[in-house]
């Protein structure tokens, strides 16, 4: 009986480690989507700033050109959306799986 506390014990403190761990990775995407979001808002207040500009001068160029980093910025902070929604979905299941075989052991 005690061996098969002793494998519930290890288990658990591998669960809460693995829990611990995604919490963070999420965080830090939080983190790091959030900073996205910032640079995305100053480049389209940027290209607002440039379109602005733009009507008075005939150069396509410099728009051109902020309309590819907002969108390389756009496809980033998607990319970073996705990767936080899969990392959460991840550990949603790792707790489910931890209540389960915890459920499990104590029945």
Excluded: C
């Excluded at 098969?4 to 290890?10: A, P, V």
């Excluded at 996205?36 to 396509?60: G, I």
């Excluded at 969108?71 to 389960?100: C, M, P």
């Amino acid at each position: 009986m005690g061996g098969l506390r002793k494998g519930y014990e290890s288990d658990r403190e591998d669960f809460k480690e693995r829990v611990v761990e995604l919490e963070g990775t999420v965080s830090n995407l939080e983190n790091e989507l959030e900073e996205q979001s910032k640079n995305a808002n100053d480049v389209v207040a940027q290209w607002q700033a440039s379109y602005a500009a733009l009507e008075e001068n005939t150069s396509q160029e410099p728009e051109d050109d902020l309309k590819t980093k907002l969108e390389e910025y756009v496809t980033s902070i998607e990319s970073l959306h996705d990767e936080k929604e899969d990392l959460s979905a991840e550990l949603n299941a790792y707790k489910t799986n931890w209540r389960t075989g915890i459920s499990a052991k104590m029945a």
